[in-house]
């Protein structure tokens, strides 16, 4: 037996049953560049492309097959010496080819789609796999539309097929028909009257017609299929096909089915990698989709972000750090309550000793009734127009920074020091130090910056930035935080908001 039993194969097909949606086609470098992520992420196999279906599906499977190295490169025929001739010559830089092939397994199928019979569409299969299996020893086969198929014929074919060599079986649910029991029984039907099915992998490859290719994989797993199909944010033809994330999540979240152990999949990645696939595909995520959308970690009741801040997981059954999302963004609405407009301030970095809570949750109630949704740099803004939350001796009254390759950065700063207005310009060997030495040459102090770090808050160039800094003065350290969509404000709000603790 060419593969291990006792593992789960996660097999992605983002780059060829993903890609087949109308107006998602990728260039090859394109693909190289997802097909590197899927290899972090830790797939099994990619699938990597249709190499008979156009010369740019050719390369590409050609390029991933020089690219990648530890997945194991996938190429899909139909039962012919043409398509298979082709798939093999793709594969020829690939470390782990495997060439997938198969045909029609349904009635409908072998009636209407190819005008045969059981008998002729089985012996086409088997010849399939034979003559594959002189190129790679690797060869999984397909039985297309396996989904309607009558289950006794089924078995025959599977039997056959691995007889011929198949090292993987694939159990497609084509049309999205299934039932999660019945797509059960159906792995059921085939361990228990396939003769040789140890000698084999069964593989699940669902469609999401009906909403559930998800469910049908699992159930295939409960029922012993070892290797599930699936693509990034669930991409596919129609209704798409299972979706990675869901089912890697899965199994990682209910520990006790004992799957979790059985696959290499780095979740980190997840949400990235969704990104991704979402920008270059063009296919936007929905905001409710599970585990990547949006919304999928974004509580809004006030009932329900207070129980959440009490307890993570009193709503919350995976951490989202888990698929790689920064700290669970409860998003504010003017149904949120205190307890979370406070969690989102002291994640900002404010000191919530320093702010009065009451009044700034009134403030903040008058501008939810106006937006939707209050993101972190309205809460900025809320924070910066309200100064009396501030005991702020120091304030900025202006900033103008000139700065390039060819000049000396300088800055001229306009300060409100002991109720009066200052001006000082300073030069600096960038536009930051710049503002500092301008701030400096009005205060008169010898203070030394001791910590300095910026932090985009979303990610993205048009993103607020928190700038945090530590800074010495006579032998005591003081922390400051600032904000701004500009660096260079958001550095000098993080100064004076530690100069305020001690001049
Ligand atoms: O859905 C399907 O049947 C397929 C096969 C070609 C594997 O994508
Ligand atoms: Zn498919």
């Known amino acids: 037996m060419l593969h291990d039993p006792n593992r789960i194969y996660i097999f992605d097909t983002t780059l060829r049953d993903g890609e087949q949606v109308p107006g998602s086609q990728l260039t090859t470098p394109e693909k190289i560049i997802i097909a590197e992520a899927l290899e972090k992420l830790g797939v099994d196999v990619i699938e990597a492309g249709f190499p008979i279906s156009s010369p740019g599906d050719f390369q590409s499977v050609v390029e991933l097959s020089k690219a990648i190295r530890e997945p194991i490169i996938c190429a899909l025929t139909r039962a012919n010496k043409g398509d298979i001739d082709c798939a093999a010559e ?9 060439i997938h092939t198969g045909i029609g397994s349904s009635d409908m199928h072998i009636q209407y789609k190819f005008n045969s019979t059981r008998e002729k569409i089985l012996e086409r299969g088997v010849e399939a796999v034979k003559y594959a299996k002189q190129f790679v020893e ?26 011929a060599g198949a090292t993987v079986v694939n159990i497609p649910d ?9 797509y059960g029984e159906k792995i059921k039907f085939l361990k228990e009257n396939v003769k040789n099915i140890d000698q084999a992998i069964i593989s699940v490859h669902c469609h999401n017609d009906l909403g559930l290719a998800t469910a049908n994989s699992i159930a295939g797993l409960h029922n012993g299929a070892r290797q599930v199909e699936c693509t990034i944010n669930g991409i596919g033809e129609r ?13 990682n979240t209910h520990k006790a089915l004992g799957y979790h152990d059985l696959i290499n999949i780095n979740t980190k990645h997840l949400y990235g990698l969704s990104g991704m696939v979402s920008r270059m595909m063009r296919m936007p995520v929905q905001p409710n989709k599970a585990i990547v959308g949006k919304n999928a970690f974004a509580h809004s009741s006030g009932i329900h972000q207070d129980g959440f ?27 949120s309550g205190r307890a979370a407009l406070k969690h989102h301030l002291e994640r900002l970095g404010y000191t919530i000793e320093k702010i009065d809570l009451d009044h700034t949750y009134q403030k903040f109630l008058e501008l939810a009734d106006e937006k ?14 309200d100064e009396t ?16 390759d060819q000049e000396q950065p300088e800055a001229e700063i306009n300060l409100h020091f002991n109720g009066e207005d200052h001006t000082a310009t300073a030069t600096g060997n960038g536009p930051v130090s710049a503002t500092i030495n301008a701030i400096l040459t009005v205060l008169k102090k010898d203070i030394e910056i001791k910590e300095f770090n910026i932090h985009s808050i979303h990610g993205g160039s048009d993103d607020v930035s928190k700038v945090d800094m530590r800074v010495m003065f006579e032998d005591k350290s003081y922390m400051g935080y600032g904000f701004s969509t500009d660096i260079v404000r958001a550095s000098a709000n993080a100064y004076l908001d530690a100069l305020n603790k001690f001049v």
């Open 389 to 404: 939350n501030y005991k702020n001796g120091i304030s900025i009254n202006s900033i103008k920074v000139t700065t390039g």
């Open 174 to 182: 084509t049309n999205g028909y299934c039932l999660p029991e019945q």
């Open 138 to 163: 690797d060869v999984e086969f397909y039985a297309e539309d396996a989904g309607r198929a009558d289950n006794v014929f089924l078995a025959q074919m599977i039997e056959a097929v691995i007889a």
């Open 239 to 251: 209704a798409g096909n299972t979706s990675l994330e869901e089912v890697v999540m899965i199994l």
């Open 309 to 335: 801040l009490k307890h993570r997981e009193n709503y919350e059954i995976i951490n989202p750090e888990d698929v790689g999302i920064d700290s669970a963004d409860i998003v504010l609405t003017a149904r």
């Open 372 to 385: 939707k949704e209050v993101k972190d740099d309205d809460l900025l803004k809320l924070m910066g127009a």
């Open 90 to 98: 793709a594969l020829k830089f690939a470390k782990r080819p495997r």
